[in-house]
């Protein structure tokens, strides 16, 4: 079996993506090819070794692709609010021309710990999807104070985007690409959650459910 998965870390998030990997090398020994990419946003040289290290311990391989270029062309252009002065947050929305050869993907956030095996989630049929997420119950309410309104209750599920399975290649066929273009272009207010937000209002119609 060959599992992708991938993590986007400034350098900020570095030593909570170092935990997140170690936990899935941890918790995953049985899969033989666990190819794990880190797509880097400023990222320094010392803490490359460091994760790099981390891979070493478990005779693993390691991935590093520097998108700081296309990341911040991307919230330049649409005008997007950086977070904690990087625009990592956003390259779940460039997925398909980071990693233009692969078809799915399991991206995972840096501040997510794998206490248990990925394979059952992996192995999710998203066929006739684009992503698979997971609802986020924690903002429902009648007083809600981190999402706009007009995201969080447009449709009737509202996701979490820690943890994205990617059919990249459903995502190439149907276009998201231009979707999520004129999408945030049209958006006349600012999306809080940043991809979060962005992927809730215009790809929510798109989305598998997964299992709390």
Known sequence: ???NIIY????SYM????IS???LYENNKNIRYLNVCVITSNVTDENILKLQHIANTFNRKIEFVNASDKLCELG???GLEPFRGSFAVYSTLIMDTIFPLKEKILVIDSDTIINGSIIDLWETN???HVIALVPEVGLYG???SSEDDSVLFKHNIYYNTGVLLFN??????????ELLISGIKTYKKRFRIFDQSIINYLLNDKILRLKL
């Open 168 to 177: 990249l290649k459903k995502w190439r066929d149907d276009n998201i690409s």
């Open 15 to 18: 030593k909570c993506t170092g």
């Open 76 to 78: 330049e252009k649409f």
């Open 142 to 144: 009648k007083i809600n």
């Open 126 to 128: 998203i066929e006739k």
């Open 1 to 3: 079996m060959e599992v």
């Open 21 to 23: 990997i170690l936990s």
């Open 8 to 11: 986007s870390s400034s350098d």
